[in-house]
């Protein structure tokens, strides 16, 4: 690709993307000489159109607005409001870690998805118009409805009932009322099944760096275990286990590279022209001296297992004035100066077998779902479950998904709403939690700009 075409790409994608500061608002400012563009000039060119399509993977300097920022704030924010995490004497993050936002700060969230929405959404109205080869709208068409289901999944989890926009109509867009959340999913669902029947099960690219048809599967898995569709969450789960793409890594300080096997897909992390590979959760979470960073809440550090290699290989410590804190070791790249190899995870093969567990659990498979808790155990060096009813198998499902998984992608704070352990769990370690803080607060300039909007309660 020659240098000039490159620079359109990415100039047509910050169009698109509306600037750092985006929300849904910005549907008035902004949308129609957005969908003028859009219909009059990006989808007429092949090169434009995959450029626009893979705006929503990217992640710069200059243009905040996109998957990579989602990424970050699902990670950190989550891990805050649940028990995974925290910044370190760092009063700016103070109201996450305590659970007291406000609507001038509940925005984090809300404010990168609907842009992310938006460009799914013209996409799919664009690509759908025009006259590229059948094989050619399918992936692009694929890859958007994955995203638009990924970014209402974050959005409905975070906030509850939100606005569902799924046109480029900016003028009834710019007033709509909050949807109901069962509805949300309903369209999250639908989105990831036409993603798995568009979408080829071969990759699109190199290094897993854009979805298939396993990814679809992998997180339509994940929305069915949080609908308690317990059948179909299996089947899905299945499909990806037994594709035999993936298998699961028997080092652990292999599965966060970017050449794991046992990745679904992953984010190519961006730092700066010609340096990929060092995350944002590596620069951001890991501490460059003897100052703790980002700390493990004590209850997770606690909660491993005597000979979990989890603990060992994903977690570091270090002694700041007498007391000995631990951080994420996942990623263990921080240096900005040159590439390193690990990209940003998305969805692995582990979380899959934790799934179809639940699942079978929750359908009386008691020897499955051992079967299947006890593939995510042995790679951690951790004998087979002890557990044997459906009750023993659920509580400890809880502490393996917490272990396994903790601060990705808001896995802990998310679990816990959906299995309404919230209140019990956080009212033992938050002594200023109240049940309404499960839900984040819908943003102030979002409300005072759409009168239809109303605010979640308690705030």
């Not at 009834?172 to 080829?200: F, G, H, I, W």
């Amino acid at each position: 690709m020659s240098s000039n075409k490159y620079i359109s790409i990415l100039l047509l994608s910050t169009i698109l993307a509306g600037g750092s500061n985006w929300s849904c608002k910005k549907y008035v400012d902004a949308g129609a000489p957005v969908n003028a563009l859009t219909v009059d000039k990006i989808y007429n060119d092949s090169l434009s159109t995959l450029g626009v399509v893979l705006s929503l993977y990217s992640g710069s300097a200059t243009n905040g607005v996109n998957g990579q920022n989602l990424i970050l704030n699902t990670c950190q924010y989550g891990a805050m409001s649940a028990d995974d995490g925290y910044y370190f004497n760092d009063a700016s993050y103070d109201p996450y870690r305590t659970n007291t936002l406000s609507g001038n700060l509940g925005n984090v969230i809300y404010t990168y998805a609907y842009p992310v929405i938006n460009i799914a959404n013209n996409a799919i109205a664009g690509i759908g118009g025009s006259n590229f080869s059948t094989a050619f709208k399918n992936q692009l068409l694929g890859e958007c409805k994955f995203w638009r289901a990924y970014a209402y999944f974050i959005l409905v989890n975070y906030y509850g009932d939100v606005p569902l926009i799924t046109s480029t109509d900016v003028t009834a867009n710019a007033t709509k009322p909050r949807t109901p959340s069962a509805q949300v999913y309903e369209q999250v669902v639908a989105d990831l099944k036409d993603a798995e029947a568009l979408l080829q099960p071969s990759y699109p690219s190199a290094e897993r760096a854009r979805v298939n048809r396993l990814a679809a599967s992998a997180l339509l898995a994940r929305v069915y275990l949080y609908q308690k569709n317990w059948a179909a969450a299996e089947t899905e789960a299945t499909a990806v286990i037994g594709s035999g793409t993936y298998s699961l890594e028997a080092n652990l300080n292999n599965v966060f590279v970017k050449t794991s096997n046992e990745t679904i897909w992953q984010i190519i992390s961006n730092v700066s022209a010609g340096i990929t590979g060092v995350t944002r959760m590596g620069r951001s979470w890991l501490p460059p001296s003897t100052t703790p960073v980002f700390v493990l809440y004590d209850t997770l550090a606690k909660t491993f297992e005597t000979g979990d290699l989890r603990m060992s290989n994903w977690t570091r410590s270090l002694s700041y004035n007498g007391t000995t804190f631990y951080y994420p070791y996942k990623y263990k790249i921080r240096t900005t100066s040159v590439s390193g190899n690990e990209y940003s995870v998305m969805l692995r093969l582990a979380e899959q077998y934790l799934i179809r567990s639940e699942a079978r659990a929750m359908q009386n498979n008691i020897a499955g779902a051992q079967a299947d808790i006890d593939a995510v155990r042995a790679r951690a060096g951790l004998p087979a479950t002890t557990a044997a009813t459906q009750a023993d198998l659920l509580t400890a499902l809880e502490k393996e998904r917490w272990t396994e998984l903790f601060t990705e992608m808001s896995e802990r704070w998310l679990n816990l709403k959906r299995t309404g352990r919230i209140d019990a769990v956080l009212s033992k370690t938050k002594p200023q939690w109240q049940s309404y803080q499960a839900l984040y607060p819908i943003p102030i300039s979002e409300i005072t700009a759409n009168p239809k909007l109303t605010q979640n309660a308690g705030y």
